[in-house]
């Protein structure tokens, strides 16, 4: 796996599948007793009009967006998740026999995400 095609599979299964979820819940509330606030919200999006619920869309897909980047800026080091600098991350891509080193690389990966729309 390469960093591209690594990116870009966060992008699809985590990213992507995050705003589908959110949206789904908000279309149908699964569950025997869900929560009072998901009910909220989800009758609150079903009162929308179909431009409206477009926007919600884009704005979670936004929102998944900028929370994958931030992600990757922790693990390229350009965002800390501690007080001190000194902290570092590798991660290394193992298929079968073999592997390719994801980080550290020239190139950030957060540089390789693209927009979600």
């Known amino acids: 796996m390469t960093r591209e095609e690594f ?8 990213r992507d599948s995050a705003v589908a979820g959110v949206m789904e819940l908000l279309t149908r509330v699964p569950g025997r007793k869900p929560q009072q ?6 009758d609150w999006f079903k009162s929308l009009s179909p431009t409206d619920k477009a926007m919600v ?23 800390t998740i501690r007080d001190r600098a000194g902290v ?30």
Do not use: K, W
């Open 7 to 14: 990116v870009s599979r966060l992008s699809e299964v985590c």
């Open 37 to 42: 606030s998901t009910l909220e919200l989800s």
């Open 57 to 79: 869309e884009r704005i979670a897909a936004l929102s998944a967006h900028q929370c994958l980047f931030g992600v990757l800026c922790v693990l390229d080091g350009v965002r």
């Open 88 to 117: 570092s991350f590798r991660l290394t891509a193992m298929e079968g026999n073999l592997s390719n080193v994801l980080l550290p690389a020239s190139e950030c990966l957060h540089d390789l995400l693209a927009p979600p729309f």
